[in-house]
Nanobody
Framework: QVQLVESGGGLVQPGGSLRLSCAASGIIFRINVMSWYRQAPGKQRELVAA???????NYADSVKGRFTISRNNAKNTVYLQMNSLKPEDTAVYYC????????WGQGTQVTVSS
């Protein structure tokens, strides 16, 4: 079976940092794209950052310059380094892996508050 497991979420003060991790297991073919999405209460799920197997990246305008996505292909793991966090970054963050199908993690809560 395919499983994505996120970790690293939590409570942080504005201006602080968090590093999210997502480990994929049960996948025999290379994952083409790994991404982070987030969903705040009452809002649509939105793409935060994406990275291809070749290392190309894309970021939402709202996080450019603050967040960095990276991956370890050998470990099928993707990371999201989040710096200079703002209250509007508060959301459940979901890991996504794209092969021929799309797989989702269970989500990890990130709360930015004083």
């Amino acid at each position: 079976q395919v499983q994505l497991v996120e970790s690293g979420g939590g409570l942080v003060q504005p201006g602080g940092s968090l590093r999210l991790s997502c480990a994929a297991s049960g996948i025999i073919f290379r994952i083409n794209v790994m991404s982070w999405y987030r969903q705040a209460p009452g809002k649509q799920r939105e793409l935060v950052a994406a990275i291809t197997s070749g290392g190309s990246t894309n970021y939402a305008d709202s996080v450019k310059g603050r967040f960095t996505i990276s991956r370890n292909n050998a470990k099928n793991t993707v990371y999201l380094q989040m710096n200079s966090l703002k209250p509007e970054d508060t959301a459940v963050y979901y890991c996504n892996a794209l092969t021929g199908l799309t797989y989702w993690g269970q989500g990890t809560q990130v709360t930015v508050s004083s």
